[in-house]
């Protein structure tokens, strides 16, 4: 049910803005791990924002192409999304997400 409440038009509006976007303008090294501060574009709105990036140790697997995976979490401020008061969240509300870069197996093929 959270999950609908998030993503209906009370909150992130999901149909009219299916995409969150972040673009980072620096990436940099501290002694609890890497931070990426950036702008992040969230209902055709874009504010300042650092998150924490996590760099597990790889699961490749032998024959399976190298990859990196890659989790990253922050905080954005409700308001930034909604005017409503939803009793289930606070004002800080953390988003996590995590990818995995692979390299194009195409590009690695020797040309002919």
Not at 9 to 35: C, Q
Not at 36 to 45: C, E, I, N, Y
Request: charged share 25%; aromatic share 8%; glycine share 6%.
């Amino acid at each position: 049910m959270l999950d609908r409440l998030l993503a209906g038009p009370g909150f992130l509006d999901a149909r009219a803005f299916p995409e969150i976007s972040f673009k980072s303008e620096l990436l940099v090294w501290v002694p609890a791990g890497w931070r990426a501060v950036g702008r992040l574009q969230v209902k055709d709105a874009e504010h300042e924002l650092a998150c924490q990036l996590d760099v597990p140790p790889g699961d490749t697997r032998p024959g399976d192409p190298p990859r990196i995976l890659i989790a990253s979490s922050w905080v954005i401020d409700s308001r930034w999304v909604t005017s409503l008061r939803i009793p289930a969240l606070g004002r800080r509300v953390v988003m996590t997400c995590s990818f995995s870069l692979e390299p194009d197996t195409c590009s690695l093929e020797p040309d002919m």
